[in-house]
């Protein structure tokens, strides 16, 4: 059984940082890709960013290119997303999520190309 938890959120200002985390449990965490998603109150969750299995090939919705930078380091079993110039459009709940088939040639991108999830850790940009 994988376990994925998140850390790092907070509320913080428009213009501001913070970098979450989500520690892995397992011996495999190096196999899979892994992905970020959000959830803001009444939408549906969407894709934030993904990373390849050894950190090679990334991925970011439109929404959060050149603002968010995600990254893993294998030896921790950690998976990072760092975004910087927060909007309060940013504010959700933000999970991060492994993926479910451990497919080396392809980035999901849809959270039913995941099978493991975080709890969730929330994110608040206040203008």
């Known amino acids: 059984q994988v376990q994925l938890v998140e850390s790092g959120g907070g509320l913080v200002q428009a213009g501001g940082s913070l970098r979450l985390s989500c520690a892995a449990s397992g011996r495999t965490f190096s196999s899979y890709a892994m992905g970020w998603f959000r959830q803001a109150p009444g939408k549906e969750r969407e894709f934030v960013a993904a990373i390849s299995r050894i950190g090679s090939s990334t991925a970011y919705a439109d929404s959060v290119k050149g603002r968010f930078t995600i990254s893993r380091d294998n030896a921790k079993n950690t998976v990072y997303l760092q975004m910087n110039s927060l909007k309060p459009e940013d504010t959700a709940v933000y999970y991060c999520?492994?993926?479910?088939?451990?497919?080396?040639?392809?980035?999901?991108?849809?959270?039913?190309?995941?099978?493991?999830w975080g709890q969730g850790t929330q994110v608040t940009v206040s203008s």
């Open positions: 999520a492994r993926e479910r088939s451990a497919n080396p040639y392809y980035l999901p991108m849809r959270s039913d190309e995941y099978d493991y």
